[in-house]
Every structure is written in structure tokens, then in C-alpha cells.
């Protein structure tokens, strides 16, 4: 989600400051020109120059996102044009994506805590899940599995959705739970939301849900070594699949039906991979959402499709 306070976004071509009188409009459009011409990758929270520098400047001055446009005459202290310039410089030198630097990201319009011990969550199964997964849930879900949950942001997003729902934050990592953890804190949801150290379903036995969501690793070998630098600061446990990125998603589509109630559904993210996955499985009859926002890659089956088509993920 982008970090925009409400100002114009007209851009300087002179990435000179006067320090004596700089102000966060100057710091803004220097910080935009310095992004601009390093060459960064923006896509982890931000899409833009201006964006990141926005992002960055805030969190140096700490102010909220819905900070007004005064702010931007606002003159700065030597001390806090070295703090912003340092952040600036953090981000150009180590490529290191503005949310790590922060500790924050945004997912449906929620904040939460990050580090590099998970993926910074920009998945378009927000936009779903703002739509409370509607036509496609036949009920309102009273169990919900967030799979490959890393920070948790999926799943806590999910019990803001159905207030009535138990959700289960699972993930392999116990590092990524952690985090997870820290956000169950953070928005005080320990009463229904819960983590489990589990791979795939093997910390799950016996439990069904009428939601499965999912945003596993699905990046295949060829993607993971040409992706921009600022990837390579994200758990590649968290990214890698296999040769064709499918290699948990396939394990999954094998056992799901196992751990879906009989009107569930199965929500999982590919990306990029999705192209191998209709490829491998030409006869299931996956559904292939289409997003306001987002490059899609995200399908949806049934329990009843998984059960009809076992013999084809075996």
C-alpha cells in the first residue's frame, strides 16, 4: 500500500538544498530526485520515488500518513535533515526495501510490524479480502487458516473481516511466527487469532477450516536469481518454489481437501507461476481472480474440485 500524505507531487530537477532554510517540500523533491537516479526497485509498500521519499521522511519526523500539507513548509533542523539524509542514503547504498527500514508495512489499510525475517506483504488477496471473499464464500467462515502466514498479515486482515471467525496464523518459520506474533499482540487479537508452527498441514492434523488462504513461495529458480537486489533482503524460504515455482503448491492442492469443510474454499496466491500451474494441471478447472489493483496470479478451488481432481495432484 502506498504511503501518500495529500500534497503535490510537482518534482525538482535540482537535488542541490540549502541547509539553512530546507524545507520537508525541499527534502521531499531531493529525496525523489536521489531515488530516481539510483536506480531502485519499488514495489514493497511503494511504487514511486516520491513515494519512498514520502515513506522514509515520515518515519524520520514521525508523523502519521494523514499528515496535512502544511507540514510541507515546514523548516528542519540540522539534526533532522541528517537523520532524513541518512535513511535516504540507507536506501540507495543497501537497497534495502524503505518498510524494513521503517519496521512498518501497510495491508488493507492496517499497519504491521515487519522485519527481515518475513516478506513485506503486497498481495493482491487484500483486495478479496476487503470484499469479504464475496460471491465465493457460500457462508460466513467461523475458521479461517492463514497458510505460509509469515507476518501475519493475511490472517489478521481476515479476523478484521469476520469478527466472529478463529483464525490460524501456520508458517515452517518459527522466526517468521515471531513476527506473526508480535502483530497478533499489536492488534490485540490473541482472543481469536492464534499461530502454528507447522509445515504445509503436518502442525494441523485433524482441524478444517472454511477458508484457506495462502500466499506461499512460488518464485521458480529463473525469476529468484534475476530479481532486483531488494528481494534478496526477504527470507528466500519465503520466495523460492522449485525449478517451476510450484513445488508447495503442489504438496498443497495434494492434501487441502483433507483440512477443508465441505463448503470450503481454497484461496492461494502463484503469481507468475500461474502459467506453469494451468501448464501441469490442463483439466482442473481453476478459477483465476481478476484484480482492480495487482498483476492477479491468484486462483480459487473448492473442497468438492480438490476432492474431484486428487488423482491429478498425486
Known amino acids: 500500500m502506498s504511503q ?14 540549502d541547509d539553512s532554510r530546507c524545507t520537508v517540500r525541499d527534502l521531499l523533491q531531493f529525496g525523489e530526485s536521489l531515488f530516481t537516479g539510483s536506480e531502485l526497485y519499488f514495489g514493497h509498500g511503494t511504487y514511486s520515488a516520491w513515494d519512498e521519499a514520502v515513506c522514509l521522511l515520515l518515519f524520520a519526523l514521525g508523523l502519521d500518513t494523514d499528515t496535512d500539507r502544511s507540514v510541507l513548509d515546514k523548516k528542519l533542523t540540522d539534526i533532522e ?13 543497501e537497497r534495502v526495501p524503505a518498510p524494513y527500514i521503517t519496521g512498518q508495512a501497510w495491508f488493507c489499510g492496517l499497519p504491521f510490524i515487519v522485519d527481515e525475517r518475513v516478506i513485506i506483504p503486497r498481495s493482491p488477496i487484500a483486495e478479496l479480502i476487503m470484499n469479504y471473499f ?14 505460509c502466514t509469515g507476518g501475519g498479515c493475511i490472517g489478521i486482515s481476515c479476523a478484521y473481516g469476520f469478527d466472529d471467525a478463529d483464525v490460524v496464523l501456520s508458517d515452517i518459520s518459527e522466526e517468521a511466527l515471531a513476527v506473526a506474533d508480535l502483530n497478533i499482540s499489536k492488534h490485540e487479537l490473541g482472543q481469536r487469532v492464534s499461530s502454528v508452527h507447522s509445515d504445509l498441514f503436518s502442525g494441523l492434523l485433524g482441524q478444517t477450516f472454511d477458508l484457506i488462504v495462502s500466499n506461499p513461495p512460488y518464485v521458480d529458480a529463473e525469476d529468484l536469481a534475476s530479481m532486483p537486489d531488494e528481494f534478496h533482503h526477504e527470507p528466500e524460504l519465503a520466495l523460492a518454489s522449485g525449478a517451476d515455482g510450484l513445488d508447495f503448491t503442489r504438496r498443497l492442492l495434494r492434501e487441502a481437501s483433507d483440512y477443508l469443510s465441505s463448503e470450503g474454499i481454497l484461496v492461494v496466491e502463484v503469481g507468475n507461476s500461474s502459467v506453469a500451474l494451468q501448464d501441469a494441471f490442463p483439466l482442473v478447472p481453476f478459477l483465476w481472480f ?7 496470479g491468484v486462483f480459487m478451488l473448492t473442497r468438492s474440485q480438490l476432492v474431484e481432481h486428487r488423482e491429478l495432484f498425486q
Open 4 to 17: 501518500n500524505i495529500n500534497v503535490s507531487t510537482e518534482m525538482s530537477q535540482n537535488s542541490s538544498l
Open 81 to 93: 535533515q541528517k537523520n532524513i539524509k541518512s535513511l535516504f542514503n540507507r536506501r540507495i547504498q
Open 134 to 147: 464475496e460471491p465465493w464464500l457460500l457462508k460466513t467462515p467461523q475458521r479461517i487458516l492463514d497458510l
Open 290 to 296: 481478476e484484480f482492480a489493483e495487482g498483476d492477479g
